[in-house]
């Protein structure tokens, strides 16, 4: 038995002298007291694995930390830490390092090697990064460690980036040339696309330059969609207005809107008349104010022709530059030559290859391990245009964004294109991308770079002939006859979830286009400029939906099948990933309409608050007093038992409504476990009434959506511990052959990962590893062995059969997973057990389960070096989950470069 000693939650204030001479302890557990700092003693523990000091209130860790050199899970979230000891990366077992809810914008370098062996798994929600480190941990353990490695020779940056925006011929090219003590040039023309540039000044308080690159943005309709690609956080913006024009015409405070949008309030506006020594400017600041009260950072007035203001608007904007985040942050000093060195390319070419780009990065003596980390970043930080994990554009690097999204303008604007409802005929590229009047030079070499980074931005999509793409934004406005409408009744055999989503402001260009962009694998060709009805990909599912603005303000998502609860939640998820993530300034709510009909069966208009329900859900499934539940109890009616009925009135309609029916479909349902219980009753069920699986197909069609739903919550949740490798695998002992069978000992045993490839998972030969000593392994993974093997077992063949799988990869796939049940019961009873322990929250792993899946990782990335994992590739999907899956697969979603006609 493990020591372990728990003080959770005791009210302490410091360690007791008494638990510091428990050399023994193994677990430590502190969470949730009043702690201030940690004694120096804590590094006498040696033997402990585990150290939980969460919820307390340290703000540093002493450098003993350092000596726990058996230490593999370290606890440190919601306390206060702004800055580590470097002596965290001398814990040589540390695999999870929790610092979540702390103030940290940085972490030490010494962690990189721990990262980038695949052994650590950091989480860091909900701290102040630095912009570099935050965007780079997006990319997972591997891009962070070679980020934190780099700054080994780091030095300061003071850099930033300045944006100008307004409509168009108010100035802004111009207010940059008096910026940069440039004459003014009298009838400039007008600026289409953007225009780069770099503003040095001097730092207000340090005897540093500020290099600060202008994006001015020329103000056309037409390039707003295209442009707010490039809206940074944590950047300066340059509103101007002319006064002639007045504060409407000048669209100041549309504008400040649609940059709230893109970015929320993490930017710095400033609001700059020109023209002055014209026109007094009249602004109503005092009013933009409240409306915007964290963007705004000053008004001023500019003439560019007579310098009238200039200098002060100089000023002003070093001060503010000065106050952004990420000046003075730690950049490495080759990286950063080498950026300087790629971007002073710009001007000269618009593209280079990622070859030259290479060429150009080892110049500056960055290693070849570090160079698609830095293209990455780069990318992250908006300086370049570059997806190195897109087969067909990994080898081209976009150094000048004009030249992209005029590109993609002339497309948005063909006639051809418009007057075909958005169908681009891809013989008419050569004419819309000939050589413009604009100077831009588009070589045909180039077009299926430009339609593929059209899909990338969610532009366009693949019909499919291959011939032709769907511009989603130029589809007709004539709304097409559909299957069914909201207001027809559901038909036999068949449930309806709805949800309706309403915007805190009309609804921004490119919503509903971005959506069926984004699910153009589940189209059915019926969509148009509010809406669009879709399909589920796999028939057999009987899914359908109707995506659809009902007004400005207000999406709503109805999904009719036998089971609609996967496609549902596919959608949902979709939606509120893109509302977070490209609009993060756009409050908005999720609604349950009320189900009541009245006469004629006119719906009610009445709906209910989906937070609100959840409150009230989550209060009806608290246990009793002392009631414990188990992960894999047998009985339903163990999670809980005490669930009450309640019952909420709409307040239209006035008619009570069961709160748990009106969340069908919304609460992430019970432990995985438990879940997994139902389903195998309803298999049992479904055997019994209908036969074997797969001779029914309309009757396992419900069941199959149901598993399938269960699979995809089960990947969410292992994507909350482990993105950077395989996550579905199987584990086999293998047979002794010739004169090992007369060898005693422990087996060795064979993990074959599988394709992650939703409805369609399946083993991957490519993938087998073998382990020759596994019985300590096997000890620690138990746990997720469990999960896994239970899953697989209810989900694949139901799956495999309802999507017409050929026999061989279903009899091959089930010998997998009869092989795994012998290696899993052949455990000892204990460590199974381990499985049953309550997960911390209904979306999560159990503990046991997160800390299995970590020993995974760590043993996978031991045994493929290379991190090949026999050719299954990461792609991200619409709803912002990390699959692994096969070359096959993969060309669903990242279908390469066209083949364009000659």
Known sequence: MSAVANLGRMGISSLPADLLARTDLEVLSLYGNDIETLPPEIGTLGSLEKLDLAGNMLTTLPPEIGDLKQLRELDLGANQLSVLPDELGALPELQLLDLRSNQLTSLPTTLAPLLMRGQLTIRLDDNPLNHALAETLRRGDAALGAYLQSLTDGVPQFEAKVLLVGEGNVGKTSLVGALNDEQFVPGRPTTHGIQIRELTLPHPYLDETLTLRTWDFGGQEIYRVTHQFFFSRRAIYLLVWHPREGQEQGEVEGWLRRIRLRVGTAASVMIVATHADERRPELDFPRLREVFPDMLAGHYAVDSETNTGVSALRDAIAAEAARLPQMGQLTSRRWASARDAILAQAGAQPQMSFEDFSTICRRHRVRDDEIGHLAELLHDLGQIIYYGDDDGLRDIVILNPEWLTKAISHVMEDRGVLADDGILDHHELRRIWRRRDDGLSYNPVHHPFFLRLMEKFDVSYRLSDGDRSLIAQLVPFERPPLPWEASHPVANGRRVLRLTCELDESAPPGLVAWLTVRHHDASTGRHWRRGVFLRHPIDAYQSEALVELEADHKLAIEVRAPSPDLFFNVLRDSLERLLTT???????????????????????????????????????????????????????????SNRQEVMLPCLTCQRDHDVAGLLTGFVVPQPFGVELNRLERRLSTLSQEVGLIGDHMAETASFAADTAHHLRRLVQAVGTEVTDCPRLFTVATIPPVGWRRFWFGQRSIRITLWCEQPGEWHTWDGANYVLTQPRAWLRTAAPYLNLMLKTLRLVYPVAASVAGYVTPDLDKAQRELDLMKSLVDSLPTSLAEDALAPPESRHTLSVAEGAALRSFKVLLMQLDATRAFGGLGRVLTPTGEFLWVCPSHRRLHDPGLPVLPA
Do not use: H, N
């Open 582 to 640: 490209r609009w993060p300034g756009l409050p908005f709510k999720l609604f349950v309409p009320c189900p009541s009909r009245g006469i004629g069966g006119v719906a009610c208009a009445g709906r209910f608050p989906l937070d609100g329900l959840i409150k009230f859900r989550e209060r009806s499934m608290r246990p009793s007093p002392g009631q414990t539940v188990g992960l894999y109890d047998p009985e339903p009616t163990s999670w809980p």
